[in-house]
């Protein structure tokens, strides 16, 4: 990475006129030296620095300022105050189809749009089979752009920009319109990309994506810029900025009151909130909140969690404790806790309680409870509150899963297990790990060796 100044951005704002009338907008493009009433402010006096061969992630909200960000980088948008410097080329996929014509054929918006980027006609022609080739669309090429699927669109846009030779790239979320194949083509691109010293300048929600393409990540959150720095500290922003901070605003209770509340009798087996490795002041601020619902407040909370049963217990608290710290991103390979905080206002017996991990499609990575791992099903009393604690190891690669846990009963029959209070996808768990360990979801930690049987091997550097 080279200590060059691309691109500068000094005091950088953006407002957009706001309009309470139809007419108030006529008014304003035919007077426009009369002020609207009501401005919205797309970003607030950003300061930023991005240097030659830099990778980074920019990440916030929907509404942060993001792609109004790149808008203004591009040269797509003027900011309304402050200072834009740029010395590169820059190529922008802002958004589907942007700078196509759809009435022109592939090939020809092809030499429109790689003009645009600033390559003479011997060069179009020199590169049009690389492009077309990269896109992979055969004969649809010769066709008019407003019969291509979404994810013709994208293959064609996508490798006319890397194929212009760009000082600086710009994606903003367009590769989540092509299929996993196109998108792992272009990710590898990318990285080729990079090293050749391109700056790239990426937009997602998927950090999984921002830890493995970037080496720098910039938060936006209402206009501001509130982070610029690493990316693991980015994206631990991120997810506060997102979910929320960590609340404990539960004062410890005494150990026999922890003791008591966490025995839970009944026809089964006796819960015990502590093991021999579970920290006592953790446990005690854990449980202090009794019957409070204080899940919404956790980091990684899942606003669109689904949640069933007919709630005769109460699931009302959930953190994830490991040697990372408390929050919902651990390291792959790592063991971590799951504390679990459950409520029973009235005495309940044959109680099951679980967990669940699926990826964001929403295929099981991982289930299991407490029936099944240990044979037991347990009852409690009227009142009791009692944390149940799940000790794992983090066998997943890096990227983003949702937990869900509950409490559960199986009917007198002992042939139906129905939910008491089941909170699906409740938690975001996102896991960290190496760039190039390996690919896929769960880590089965492959060990190598060789046998040859003539000649040798060797390991080429």
């Known amino acids: ?108 918006n092809v030499r429109m749009n790689a003009s645009l980027l600033g390559l003479t006609q011997r060069q179009i022609d020199e590169r049009m089979d690389q492009i077309l080739a990269f896109a992979e669309i055969g004969s649809h090429v010769e066709q008019q752009v407003k019969t291509y699927s979404s994810g013709m669109f994208m293959r064609l846009a996508f490798a006319v920009a890397v194929h212009t030779d760009p000082d600086v790239l710009i994606v903003d979320e367009a590769l989540s319109v092509g299929d996993i194949y196109f998108q792992r083509k272009c990710f590898k691109r990318i990285e080729q990309m990079r090293q050749e010293g ?51 605003d539960a004062a410890p209770a005494s150990d026999e009151a922890v003791v008591e509340g966490a025995a839970a009798t009944g026809t089964g087996a006796k819960v015990e909130a502590t093991q021999a490795d579970l920290d006592r002041a953790e446990i005690e601020a854990f449980m202090a909140a009794g019957p409070r619902e204080l899940m919404a407040t956790r980091p990684g909370y899942n606003r669109d969690e689904t949640r069933l049963g007919d709630g005769r217990v109460r699931t009302v608290d959930c953190m994830v404790v490991g040697g990372h710290g408390n929050g919902p991103m651990v390291p792959a390979r790592e063991p971590f806790r799951m504390l679990v905080r459950y409520h029973a206002p009235e005495a309940m017996d044959r109680l099951i309680f679980g967990l669940r991990v699926l990826t964001v499609t929403g295929v099981v990575v991982y289930s299991s409870n407490t029936m099944v791992s240990r044979g037991e099903l347990y009852g409690c009393d009227a009142g009791t509150t009692l944390v149940a604690e799940f000790g794992l190891r983090c066998a997943l690669l890096r990227g983003q899963y949702f937990v869900t846990v509950g409490v559960s009963q199986l009917d007198e029959d002992g042939h139906e297990i129905h939910a008491i209070d089941r909170r699906t996808d409740v938690l975001i768990l996102t896991v960290t790990g190496e760039l190039n360990h390996a690919e896929g979801v769960a880590d089965m930690e492959a060990g190598f060796g060789f046998e040859a049987r003539t000649g040798g091997i060797r390991v080429m550097q």
């Open 1 to 108: 990475m080279s200590s060059e100044t691309v691109i500068r951005l000094s005091g950088i704002g953006k407002s957009f006129p706001m309009f309470d009338k139809p007419y108030q907008q006529l008014l304003h493009v035919l007077a426009p030296s009369l002020k609207p009433v009501k401005q919205f402010h797309a970003l607030r006096d950003i300061n930023l620095d991005i240097r030659r061969g830099e990778s980074i992630g920019v990440i916030g909200r929907n509404g942060s300022g993001k792609s109004t960000l790149l808008q203004i980088i591009a040269g797509i948008l003027r900011p309304s105050s402050g200072e834009l410097q740029v010395s590169a080329r820059i190529a922008a996929l802002l958004e589907l189809g942007a700078g196509f014509n759809p009435e022109f054929t592939g090939r020809e």
């Open 198 to 248: 391109c700056t790239l300048l990426f937009v997602t929600h998927a950090v999984d994506s921002i830890l493995q393409l970037c080496d720098r990540g910039i938060v936006l959150d209402g206009g501001r810029l509130v982070f610029d720095g690493d990316t693991q500290p980015a994206v631990k922003q991120y997810l506060k900025v997102v979910f929320g901070e960590l609340q404990d």
